[in-house]
């Protein structure tokens, strides 16, 4: 090893750049590092190391110095220390520009470290399978790792710092371009990937301990990373973009392809989950359209084709500019009829041949593939932004089954009804409150959303169905399901979608006029089940 005396001087270019003389390379994740640390050796750079890295460098023909010989000090504890060492801190934190530091250094001998290549025991991935030893996670958090990282990352002044193997390649660019010397502004933003990088494995860390003790933690730390930049937020004067949360199994773009069509927008996002959510309910070939973050018509049919069309006539007018999930393929036959209507976001699992030729000639929509095949994360929270904070809660769960819930009328529902009346009730449940869904033969029939009044929910849902269906609506609307996503305070709700045609009520229950809402379906002769979940989407 060379003496720290014949290096010490800090080497600049007028923009700040540093001369990397002696890299330290340690790294869990060993993918890429031997290039990275040939391309380092070749530039006439020192190469520290530790442990399996060192060995895998050996292999790979580099000449390196085991972090014991520049520190003096074997690793000890079975290798839980062998970084922490006065003498290897102060090499990464010794102020390049500060006489009385770099004096110190000379006189301990010790040679500055111009560039730390570390990454982390991967904890994250160790805790993953639910049934991790507890004593194997607590050996998988890195100690030494974050330690270096920090101390590199806040003398970003005088060392460059790299924990990606993604930034390996841009890095060893620069300074074979520059001769062995990195940028101000490269370590600038290499300190902020690596703070980020830190404060990450932390918070799982945290929410991995914290879930020993309590569902909702006193302190939460959670981690988010970008997944794509999208055209606009909510309108087109806002930014946006999409995070998701470190570590999450799967999220609404996880194994999404773009096909076609112009970049997502922040409104694009939020209707393609919940018309994915939507689909994902039922088992038959599945149709959802979405507007404005509400359904504005849901069927099942024999295949795709039979359900976009039951799904479209509910309400043709709002399917505008909708977002349209499917569960099945999209063949050829189906593409044509979508290409009928003006579509914002298609997402499918496939496209059978010809249907993307066909999709495409229209320039502006969005086509997505979606192959997402894994189950999402039961214990996933529902999150929703307030002012200065979060609203954090439990995910509204699965349908109810029909198992628990209770004929309450006189008059029971016979299976076509149980089937309309299971349909509504699993649409209803991804309606904006207060949600009324009408439906029969797997087909919404009318969708009142979001209004103040659960009675004007009924009343919307019944002109939607009128305003579609014209002179049909009447034939239609006989012998429907009426599904509630919370309880009819009063029976004037039931009573405005029996006089249209409904002889099947689900609901909730729960209020205190129930008895005057269950005497108003006898006296009509409608049955009326009661589920005792109520789905409020806020």
């Excluded at 990088?197 to 929410?207: K, L, N, P």
């Excluded at 041949?353 to 593939?369: D, F, S, T, W």
């Excluded at 509630?484 to 249209?500: C, K, N, T, W």
Aim: proline share 4%; net charge negative.
């Amino acid at each position: 090893m060379s003496e720290a005396t014949a290096d010490t001087p800090k080497e600049t270019v007028s923009d700040g750049a540093v001369r990397v003389r002696r890299a330290l390379v340690s790294v869990s994740d060993k993918t890429g590092v031997g290039d990275f640390a040939k391309g380092l050796a070749g530039l006439g750079v020192e190469i520290l190391s530790t442990g399996g890295t060192a060995a895998a460098l050996r292999e790979a023909g580099l000449e390196v110095t085991d972090v014991a010989e520049f520190t003096g000090q074997e690793e000890i504890l079975g290798g839980r220390v062998k970084t922490l060492h006065p003498r290897l801190h102060a090499a990464l934190l010794a102020r390049r520009d500060d006489p009385e530091h770099m004096a110190t250094l000379e006189r301990e001998g010790i040679a500055p470290i111009d560039l730390v290549c570390v990454n982390l025991y991967p904890f994250e991935e160790t805790v993953a399978g639910h049934d991790v030893e507890a004593e194997v996670a607590v050996e998988n958090i890195d100690i030494g790792g974050p330690t270096m990282i920090r101390a590199a990352a806040k003398n970003h002044d005088g060392v460059a710092v790299v924990v990606k193997p993604e930034a390996y390649d841009a890095v060893l660019a620069e300074l074979e371009e520059t001769g062995g010397e990195v940028s101000a502004s490269t370590r600038h933003w290499l300190a902020n990937e690596a703070f980020a990088q830190t404060a990450r494995y932390d918070a799982a860390i945290s929410g991995w301990f914290s879930a020993e003790y309590e569902d909702f933690p006193e302190h939460l730390a959670v981690a988010y990373e970008k997944v794509l930049d999208l055209a606009y937020g909510e309108n087109p004067h806002q930014r946006a973009a999409l995070y998701s949360e470190a570590g999450v199994r799967s999220h609404v773009l996880s194994r999404v392809a773009k096909l076609h069509g112009r970049a997502l927008s922040f409104n694009n996002v939020l209707d393609l989950d919940s018309a994915r959510r939507l689909v994902e309910d039922f088992e038959q070939a599945a149709c959802a359209i979405v507007k404005h973050n509400n359904p504005c018509g849901v069927a099942i049919g024999a295949d795709a084709a039979e359900a976009y069309a039951k799904a479209l006539a509910c309400d043709p007018m709002s399917a505008f500019g909708g977002v349209i999930a499917f569960n099945r393929p999209v063949s050829k036959e189906l593409a044509e009829a979508l290409h009928e209507n003006f579509v914002e976001v298609l997402i499918a699992p496939d496209y059978e041949h010809g249907a993307l030729e066909v999709l495409q000639q229209k320039e502006a929509i969005r086509i997505l593939c979606e192959e997402e095949r894994r189950q999402r994360d039961p214990h996933e929270r529902d999150v929703k932004r307030v002012l200065g904070g979060l609203l954090i809660q439990d995910r509204d769960g699965d349908p109810e089954p029909r198992e628990i819930m209770e004929v309450v009328t006189k008059t029971e529902a016979s299976e076509g009804q149980w089937d309309d009346m299971c349909f509504a009730w699993t649409v209803v449940r991804h309606v904006r409150s207060n949600a009324i869904v009408i439906a029969k033969d797997g087909a919404t029939l009318g969708i009142g959303a979001g209004q103040m009044s659960r009675v004007d929910s009924v009343r919307l849902a019944v002109e939607k169905c009128r305003d579609a269906r014209g002179e049909d609506a009447t034939a239609l609307l006989a012998g429907s399901a009426v599904a509630s996503d919370a309880f009819f305070p009063f029976a004037d709700g039931p009573e405005l979608a029996i006089r249209a045609g409904s002889t099947a009520v689900i609901q909730p229950g729960g209020s205190k006029r129930d008895a005057d809402v269950i005497e108003a379906c006898d006296a009509a002769d409608v049955t009326m089940v009661f589920t005792k979940h109520r789905h409020f989407r806020h």
